[in-house]
């Protein structure tokens, strides 16, 4: 019954900014790493950002770097990513992943580490 939902996508103008949430149910969320993950048609699952248990740690893909924001609250099983300065290279299905392990130090850095998965929502940036 682990469910991960995600909210916030849309379409947005280039430079434009978008907030994406993912609410966790069914999963020891505040002890879990979390990521957000996306794919572009044709393309592999790439992830782009996430946040260990206590938000210790923080990564980021180097093309988001500066642009996004991952947090997340522990008392209402909610991560966030805040998108800025969105361009056409974003568009693509975004994704909020848990991981299986917990209490990690270190985010894992790879989509293949992370077990339960939204079903993610759009983000189309387009002129």
């Known amino acids: 019954q682990v469910q991960l939902v995600e909210s916030g996508g849309g379409l947005v103008h280039p430079g434009g900014s978008l907030r994406l949430s993912c609410t966790a149910h069914?999963?020891?969320?505040?002890?879990?790493?979390m990521s957000w993950v996306r794919q572009a048609p044709g393309k592999e699952r790439e992830l782009v950002a996430g946040?260990?248990?206590?938000?210790?740690?923080?990564y980021y893909e180097g093309s988001v770097y500066g642009r996004f924001t991952i947090s997340r609250d522990n008392t209402q099983n909610t991560v966030t990513l805040h998108a800025n300065d969105l361009k056409p290279e974003d568009t693509a299905v975004y994704y909020c992943?848990?991981?299986?392990?917990?209490?990690?130090?270190?985010?894992?850095?790879?989509?293949?580490?992370?077990?339960?998965w939204g079903q993610g929502t759009q983000v189309t940036v387009s002129p």
């Open positions: 069914g999963v020891a969320f505040s002890s879990s790493a």
């Open positions: 946040i260990n248990w206590n938000s210790r740690d923080e």
């Open positions: 992943a848990g991981g299986s392990r917990a209490f990690l130090a270190v985010v894992p850095r790879t989509a293949g580490q992370y077990t339960y």
